[in-house]
């Protein structure tokens, strides 16, 4: 560079190039091959894009585990609200009683019916029903083994006697094969639709009572129901 | 600058001066404003930084309470020393790059009046109480279409150099000077009209007040800086940017990542978490950027470069602006990680990578550009040389000590604030030390700055300083700029 006149000091200080000799010079340089290495390629634009590839691949495997699954009300990224949705910690009362709701169109609509009201003289009601609204430890039994037998049952304005021709299943066994927390969300809905007004029923408390009955064989009667407290 | 008619076959120093004596006008007017400013901005600044270590100081006084003054330093660096000084030295150089003769400086000068004006306006309106509670657009509403005016008719003859100029080609300091004058209108309309004219609801304002935070740092500050000191390396070492032709990948990758890393600001803030993570990880995709300036600008340092910093201080102030560049663009993609984000967010050490781009990057790049340009302009050396390097010497102790003061107390600050065993007082208790040395470097710039205006004003103002000796207006040949040599390839 034996072009560079020697410094002015700092007063003025002296250029090194004239503007278009810069433009001019890297006009040409824009267009001109990167300087290849003595294995015959070049070395700068192949790191270059070996650390595109590293970070575009580094960014989208962030993005998937932070996204929150695009929820808008999702602020930890960490969250995903799909899977947090089946866990019993990210339960809501409005959650548990979407999903008992959900159970009951499945598996006792058939039977009880839309409105809770049952059949006459085929099967009991559960809207002001006193079991359905009653002790905790029954209705789980009746649920968890079914019942068979004559039952009476009182609702708010009748007393109703029904005969053993229907049985009601268990839903621990096929086809149900129900969760106790999935049996626990039926039951809080239950409690709580067709104006019953009963407090909800938690999965603990059935998994108490499974391992409770765990002996018993086959459907409960009124008898071994009434024999609980 | 009639002294300097062609005096040699050579055309571009004629051509050089004809330019430098059209532009000579509005460029001066807005250094001035400009220099006001940022005097102004120190002293608020230093202000600020005193009462955040003894809040007793200048109690009384309700127009310099912390709430005021420390908005109103922000904003005057920000607007009033920031936008003139990047449109004096961008007009300048788009004049110098396009070969432009501009017709008609008044106008600029009208428009630059204005635009000081309304900045006057808006920080009176913060120390008198009116301020928004926008991070970086505090002024009062009122003021922003004023602005906004102003300014594009000052950016209009920025814009307007480019197409009048009889320059062929386009130099990757055009590209950055081009890109950052539509880049600030845009963010400034964009964010006016979502926050103050017509507000977005909810969140969604955080976001825009953290992209319009993040695009003024890293949309108007990084890019004129940048694209200073793309045209200081070569024009004074006299070497070509190494890797050119990588250049343009940088300039593309930073435009399109820039505009989306805003969001990491906003980590485990209250936003969606998908807004959070791409910002994230457009803060991440930023390394490549960095890697190809950094390849430009310190590969032109190699093979003796680094012996000519020792000569030249204009080359010193442009080497720290590249090295600000790279760290402060660093610490945003170290603060978008997770980890990193749940200890620094909300504590100095966000802040000091902000003053490390409008400061290190931005400011350090203008004063390279201004020891260079105005002596040209004005057709006189400098007055004082010891000033300059004062300045210098000043700027960088001040620099380095509030960066590395403000980022040590916000790691403290920050992990401090996680355990909540420790009380906060005590939180704000430790952090003490580190503020007294932000103090401290704040005194620094300001007597930096001082020592920068002294000599500006002596330079325009007193043609005949050092009347005795090399006071004549500078002979044409002593500016006569030798032709740049391509670099020979192997191949």
């Given at each position: 560079m034996s072009s560079i006149p020697s410094s002015l000091g700092p007063r003025l200080e002296s250029a090194a190039a004239s503007d278009d000799s810069i433009q001019r010079v890297h006009a040409g340089l824009l267009g001109q091959k990167p300087e290849p290495e003595p294995g015959g390629y070049a070395l700068a634009p192949l790191a270059l894009l070996g650390l595109m590839s590293a970070l575009i691949l580094g960014c989208c495997i962030f993005f998937v585990r932070n996204r929150g699954g695009f929820d808008p009300l999702v602020y930890n990224g960490r969250i995903d609200p799909k899977s947090a949705a089946n866990t019993s910690a990210a339960l809501t009362p409005e959650k548990i009683?979407?999903?008992?709701?959900?159970?009951?169109?499945?598996?006792?609509?058939?039977?009880?019916?839309?409105?809770?009201?049952?059949?006459?003289?085929?099967?009991?009601?559960?809207?002001?029903?006193?079991?359905?609204?009653?002790?905790?430890?029954?209705?789980?039994?009746?649920?968890?083994?079914?019942?068979?037998?004559?039952?009476?049952?009182?609702?708010?304005?009748?007393?109703?006697?029904?005969?053993?021709?229907?049985?009601?299943?268990?839903?621990?066994?096929?086809?149900?094969g129900y969760s106790d927390a999935k049996i626990s969300f039926v039951l809080t809905y239950v409690r709580q639709a067709f104006g019953n007004n009963a407090p909800p029923i938690t999965a603990e408390k059935v998994t108490a009572v499974r391992e409770e009955i765990a002996a018993h064989k086959g459907e409960f009667t009124q008898a071994d129901l009434l024999a609980v407290p | 600058?009639?002294?300097?008619?062609?005096?040699?076959?050579?055309?571009?120093?004629?051509?050089?001066?004809?330019?430098?004596?059209?532009?000579?006008?509005?460029?001066?007017?807005?250094?001035?404003?400009?220099?006001?400013?940022?005097?102004?901005?120190?002293?608020?600044?230093?202000?600020?930084?005193?009462?955040?270590?003894?809040?007793?100081?200048?109690?009384?006084?309700?127009?310099?309470?912390?709430?005021?003054?420390?908005?109103?330093?922000?904003?005057?660096?920000?607007?009033?020393?920031?936008?003139?000084?990047?449109?004096?030295?961008?007009?300048?150089l788009m004049a110098r790059l396009s070969r432009a003769v501009l017709p008609g400086g008044g106008l600029l000068?009208?428009?630059?009046?204005?635009?000081?004006?309304?900045?006057?306006?808006?920080?009176?309106?913060?120390?008198?109480?009116?301020?928004?509670?926008?991070?970086?657009?505090?002024?009062?509403?009122?003021?922003?279409?004023?602005?906004?005016?102003?300014?594009?008719?000052?950016?209009?003859?920025?814009?307007?150099?480019?197409?009048?100029?009889?320059?062929?080609?386009?130099?990757?300091?055009?590209?950055?000077?081009?890109?950052?004058?539509f880049w600030l209108p845009w963010l400034l309309t964009a964010a006016g009209a979502m926050l103050f004219f017509a507000p977005v609801r909810g969140t969604v304002q955080s976001v825009v007040a953290a992209w319009y935070a993040h695009g003024l740092l890293a949309l108007w500050f990084a890019p004129l800086g940048l694209g200073l000191v793309y045209y200081l390396l070569p024009k004074l070492l006299g070497k070509p940017i190494r890797a050119y032709y990588l250049a343009p990948f940088g300039f593309w990758f930073y435009a399109l990542f820039s505009a989306w890393a805003g969001a990491a600001r906003l980590a485990d803030g209250p936003v969606p978490a998908w807004t959070q993570a791409a910002g994230a990880i457009a803060s991440f995709m930023l390394l490549?950027?960095?890697?190809?300036?950094?390849?430009?600008?310190?590969?032109?340092?190699?093979?003796?470069?680094?012996?000519?910093?020792?000569?030249?201080?204009?080359?010193?102030?442009?080497?720290?602006?590249?090295?600000?560049?790279?760290?402060?663009?660093?610490?945003?993609?170290?603060?978008?990680?997770?980890?990193?984000?749940?200890?620094?967010?909300?504590?100095?050490?966000?802040?000091?990578?902000?003053?490390?781009?409008?400061?290190?990057?931005?400011?350090?790049?203008?004063?390279?550009?201004?020891?260079?340009?105005?002596?040209?302009?004005?057709?006189?050396?400098?007055?004082?040389?010891?000033?300059?390097?004062?300045?210098?010497?000043?700027?960088?102790?001040?620099?380095?000590?509030?960066?590395?003061?403000?980022?040590?107390?916000?790691?403290?600050?920050?992990?401090?604030?996680?355990?909540?065993?420790?009380?906060?007082?005590?939180?704000?208790?430790?952090?003490?030390?580190?503020?007294?040395?932000?103090?401290?470097?704040g005194a620094l710039l300001l007597l930096g700055h001082l020592a920068f205006a002294v000599n500006f004003v002596k330079l325009v103002l007193c043609p005949r300083h050092r009347a005795a000796s090399a006071a004549a207006p500078v002979p044409a040949s002593l500016l006569a700029a030798p032709e740049l040599e391509l670099e020979v390839h192997a191949s």
């Open positions: 009683i979407a999903n008992g709701k959900a159970i009951y169109g499945l598996s006792c609509i058939q039977c009880h019916g839309p409105e809770g009201k049952g059949q006459p003289s085929l099967f009991p009601p559960l809207a002001g029903s006193d079991w359905a609204n009653g002790s905790e430890d029954r209705v789980i039994r009746i649920l968890l083994h079914g019942l068979k037998d004559p039952i009476k049952v009182k609702t708010v304005d009748s007393t109703l006697d029904f005969a053993s021709s229907n049985k009601m299943p268990s839903l621990l066994a096929p086809p149900y | 600058m009639s002294a300097s008619k062609p005096s040699s076959p050579v055309l571009p120093v004629a051509e050089a001066a004809d330019i430098d004596a059209a532009v000579r006008l509005p460029v001066l007017v807005l250094l001035a404003f400009a220099i006001l400013w940022l005097l102004t901005a120190s002293a608020l600044g230093l202000v600020a930084a005193i009462k955040l270590t003894r809040p007793d100081f200048l109690a009384s006084c309700e127009w310099l309470t912390f709430g005021r003054v420390y908005p109103a330093a922000l904003n005057a660096l920000a607007y009033g020393w920031g936008v003139s000084a990047g449109l004096a030295v961008a007009l300048w000068v009208v428009a630059a009046v204005c635009w000081n004006v309304g900045v006057k306006l808006g920080i009176l309106g913060i120390l008198a109480g009116w301020s928004n509670s926008v991070p970086w657009l505090e002024m009062p509403r009122q003021v922003m279409p004023f602005l906004l005016v102003a300014y594009v008719c000052m950016a209009a003859w920025v814009v307007g150099a480019l197409r009048a100029g009889s320059s062929p080609r386009l130099y990757v300091s055009q590209w950055w000077v081009l890109a950052a004058l490549l950027p960095v890697a190809v300036i950094a390849v430009n600008l310190f590969g032109s340092f190699l093979g003796g470069g680094l012996a000519a910093l020792g000569r030249g201080v204009v080359l010193r102030f442009a080497a720290v602006a590249a090295l600000f560049f790279v760290l402060s663009t660093l610490l945003y993609v170290a603060m978008a990680l997770p980890g990193v984000a749940a200890i620094t967010r909300l504590t100095w050490f966000a802040a000091a990578s902000d003053y490390a781009v409008i400061y290190g990057v931005f400011s350090f790049a203008v004063f390279g550009a201004v020891y260079y340009l105005a002596p040209r302009l004005v057709g006189r050396e400098w007055p004082f040389a010891s000033l300059i390097r004062a300045h210098f010497w000043l700027a960088l102790a001040g620099l380095v000590l509030a960066g590395v003061s403000l980022s040590l107390g916000g790691l403290q600050q920050g992990r401090e604030l996680t355990n909540a065993k420790i009380p906060f007082a005590d939180v704000t208790q430790h952090t003490l030390p580190y503020l007294q040395a932000a103090t401290l470097a």
